[in-house]
């Protein structure tokens, strides 16, 4: 069965800080989301990363994949106060759309 | 374009009720999935449906059922109400002619179960 982990869980930052999350798989999958969701609110798509390599950046959030090491990492850089939100990351398995979602990531960014 | 909607925001039943939540997937998408989350946990796959069939079901058991209609909207019934099933329940829809696609989420339904 396909797990996914993430880590930490709760992270609270300085502003202007970078830091890194992380998110690992169990199985091969397709493909690996990153989702944003703020309190009482659904979630945001971040980024989609379809292969081994891919990075994307939008802003102070770069999200990388290594299909090798099932993991994948999204770097915060110079953390500001509009970053605080719960990062997910979400995994599909070959031939369904079924999302596995992490256990999330609380980020909190201190002025 | 108008994105995913449901309906109603929240909810709040007594244990052992049985209750409806809708779900109005963006234009143009033809799938439908349901997603619980527990408070302080990720979602969690509850089924999806692809041209008002079922394509597919997480660990959840027979008291979750759900509906798509001709128009690709959706519902998601429980019945027999348990504690445990007070949760924010999320609907996502998804064009599934695209190679890679993305689901979108609607804003969820919060139930809770007294």
């Known amino acids: 069965e396909l797990k996914v982990e993430q880590n930490p869980l709760f992270l609270s930052m300085q502003e202007g800080k970078n830091y890194t999350i992380y998110c690992n798989y169990s199985?091969?999958?397709?493909?690996l989301y990153w989702y944003r969701q703020d309190p009482g609110k659904s979630l945001e798509s971040l980024f989609v990363?379809?292969?081994?390599?891919a990075v994307k950046q939008e802003g102070r959030l770069m999200a990388s994949l290594d299909t090798k090491a099932r993991l994948s990492t999204l770097h915060i850089t110079a953390a500001v106060h509009d970053l605080s939100a719960t990062y997910f990351c979400?995994?599909?398995?070959?031939?369904?759309?079924?999302?596995?979602f992490g256990t999330g990531t609380r980020l909190k960014v201190l002025a | 374009e108008t994105g995913v909607t449901q309906s109603p925001t929240h909810l709040i039943k007594t244990r052992g009720q049985q209750v409806t939540l809708r779900c109005s997937s963006q234009?143009?998408?033809?799938?439908v999935s349901w997603y619980q989350q527990a408070l302080g946990q990720g979602p969690q796959f509850i089924f999806q449906?692809?041209?008002?069939?079922?394509?597919g079901r997480g660990n959840f058991p027979p008291r979750f059922s759900g509906l798509q209609f001709p128009n690709y909207s959706s519902e998601l019934n429980v019945n027999a109400l348990e504690l445990d099933d007070s949760a924010l329940y999320l609907c996502?829809?998804?064009?599934?002619?695209?190679?890679?696609?993305?689901?979108?989420f609607g804003p969820g339904t919060r139930l809770l179960v007294l």
């Open positions: 199985t091969t999958s397709d493909r």
């Open positions: 990363l379809l292969s081994n390599g």
């Open positions: 979400a995994v599909t398995t070959s031939g369904t759309y079924k999302y596995i």
């Open positions: 449906y692809y041209r008002e069939e079922e394509n």
């Open positions: 234009s143009g998408h033809n799938t």
């Open positions: 996502a829809s998804s064009y599934s002619g695209l190679p890679f696609e993305t689901q979108y």
